[in-house]
């Protein structure tokens, strides 16, 4: 459903700023810029910086924090599998993000940074999540913070509008490979008949996994000139 909202408000915005966006040329050749949906989408709260290298190449950089309690799955005890005990905790901390990509704007008609774009891009985002650690020797446990690694290679394609000047409307879309990685404690039990007793031992869960990545979304900004 949130995806759902997310997409019908993009549409919106494509037929509002193309009915107002000039076609001729401009004279901006930098953009700062929030991304609205990113806090919804993998709780993140973005700034980006785009900069035109000449009237067809741009690079882009991108920072910001990461809430963990905004994260459907770095929040979620799915960090774990069925054969291992823990747990995430759903409590709010803070994490980073950092991005880089170089924009392309191919068609006659653009002019970086405004117009069509594809765009290569890799993103590194880190969660900081509180898990439960039990101890071996009573059996208590206690909350430990770890840090939760995405490293993320896509390909975007896009439109910037520059509108009046002034105010930058950048709709995105793309697909690329997500690395996850991250170490959380565990804990291993074992229950011996024979005894009528159970043991365990703790250990550590190790995720290293990639997976198929895809995103979409709006960034809004103001669009300026160096001299």
Not at 61 to 84: D, E, H, K, R, W
Not at 201 to 216: C, F
């Amino acid at each position: 459903m949130r995806n759902s909202i997310i997409v019908a408000v993009i549409l919106f915005c494509i037929a509002n700023v193309s009915a107002q966006e000039k076609t001729r040329g401009h004279d901006r050749n930098y953009v700062i810029k929030y991304s609205l949906f990113q806090p919804l989408l993998s709780g993140e709260f973005p700034f980006s910086f785009e900069h035109a290298i000449n009237s067809t190449l741009s690079y882009e950089v991108t920072a910001g924090l990461t809430v963990s309690q905004l994260n459907n799955f770095a929040s979620s005890p799915n960090l774990f599998n069925s054969s291992m005990s823990g747990s995430a905790y759903d409590d709010s901390k803070i994490g980073f993000v950092l991005q880089g990509a170089l924009r392309i704007y191919p068609l006659s008609k653009s002019n970086a940074p405004r117009g069509f774009f594809i765009s290569p891009e890799l993103k590194f985002r880190q969660y900081r999540i509180d898990v439960q650690k039990i101890h071996e020797a009573d059996g208590s446990f206690s909350i430990v913070e770890r840090p939760f690694n995405q490293f993320i290679l896509r390909f975007n394609v896009g439109y910037q509008f520059i509108i009046k000047n002034a105010l930058a409307v950048d709709l995105f879309g793309g697909i690329g490979l997500n690395q996850r990685t991250g170490k959380f404690p565990v804990y291993n039990s074992a229950y011996d008949e024979e005894t009528d007793t159970w043991s365990g031992q703790s250990g550590e869960y190790r995720m290293n996994k990639v997976i198929p990545h895809a995103t979409i979304g709006v960034r809004i900004g103001f669009a300026g000139k160096f001299k």
